[in-house]
């Protein structure tokens, strides 16, 4: 059986914690879940790029790029790389670009926006921090399951086929 964000919050709403409905869906994939990696950093996508270019092993990313409007945190090329090196989805407190192109790659990929502007590469951040954003603190470490009704985090895995 496979289960639904609506599921997961009906049978561990004491467990997790739910994301503000900010983010739209552009990726292929919208519905992806797996142990989660993070990323602080601000207009500068230096430590995406490395993340998404190293073994994903079945993982998802969260990106919080401080709620940025003005640059995208994430393309086309950087997508595709994800997806090759195995990694689930993409949770970015930020914009994405080449929005097209992200529809058709075999990845998650959630952002609050799209913006055509590309980060500068000042190699700027924070790797495996936590982060808050959109009501919630998220801990690397931690299980995000997303679909097309929204996120929820868990501190543990919930052995939910997704």
């Known amino acids: 059986m496979t289960y639904s964000v609506p599921d997961i919050c009906d049978d561990f709403i004491e467990e997790i914690s739910v994301l503000e409905p900010l983010f739209s869906d552009f990726g292929a994939k919208k519905k992806f879940s797996g142990e989660i990696v993070t990323v602080k950093c601000f207009e500068d996508n230096s430590l995406v790029r490395d993340a998404v270019k190293s073994p994903g092993r079945g993982r998802v990313l969260v990106v919080d790029g401080g709620g940025s409007l003005r640059h995208a945190l994430l393309g086309d090329l950087l997508a595709a790389a994800a997806a090759e090196n195995g990694w689930q989805g993409l949770l970015i407190n930020g914009c994405v670009r080449d929005v097209e192109i992200l529809a058709t790659i075999d990845l998650g990929v959630k952002a609050l926006n799209c913006h055509p502007v590309k980060t500068a590469k000042r190699g700027e951040g924070q790797l495996d921090v936590n982060v808050t954003f959109a009501g919630a603190t998220v801990?690397?470490?931690?299980?995000?399951?997303?679909?097309?009704?929204?996120?929820?985090?868990?501190?543990r895995d919930l052995n939910m086929s997704f």
Request: glycine share 12%; charged share 10%; aromatic share 12%.
């Open 139 to 155: 801990r690397p470490g931690a299980f995000l399951y997303a679909d097309s009704n929204g996120v929820v985090v868990a501190a």
